[in-house]
Nanobody, 116 residues
Framework: VQLVESGGGLVQPGGSLRLSCVAS????????MSWFRQAPGKERELVAS????????NYADSVKGRFTISRDNRANTVYLQMIRLKPNDTAVYYC??????????WGQGTQVTVSP
């Protein structure tokens, strides 16, 4: 299993970014996928998740209405579109694939920094 995130960077408050996670090594369309984030000194938290075929999505209350998770099963890619970014969105964002009985698989993370 390999998950490779990209799309992070430095953005001003109110700006937008789109994160991508390209998956390989498993049948992508069979798995729900999630984005987590971890800010300095804080625990990793779930940001958004999407079902295997994309029909069901869930979001943390802190990002509802601003973030959108989506996926392209033909491209083995899950996305996180982020708008109206705030300084407290600053974190390393991780792509995650669940695996029953384990902590699942993680990407290496991509840094998002929201700062004037």
């Amino acid at each position: 299993v390999q998950l490779v995130e990209s799309g992070g960077g430095l953005v001003q408050p109110g700006g937008s970014l789109r994160l991508s996670c390209v998956a390989s090594g498993f049948t992508f369309s069979m798995y729900a996928m999630s984005w987590f984030r971890q800010a300095p000194g804080k625990e990793r938290e779930l940001v958004a998740s999407i079902s295997s075929v994309g029909g069901i999505t869930n979001y943390a209350d802190s990002v509802k209405g601003r973030f959108t998770i989506s996926r392209d099963n033909r491209a083995n890619t899950v996305y996180l579109q982020m708008i109206r970014l705030k300084p407290n969105d600053t974190a390393v964002y991780y792509c995650h694939r669940p695996s029953p009985g384990t902590s699942g698989s993680w990407g290496q993370g991509t840094q998002v920094t929201v700062s004037p």
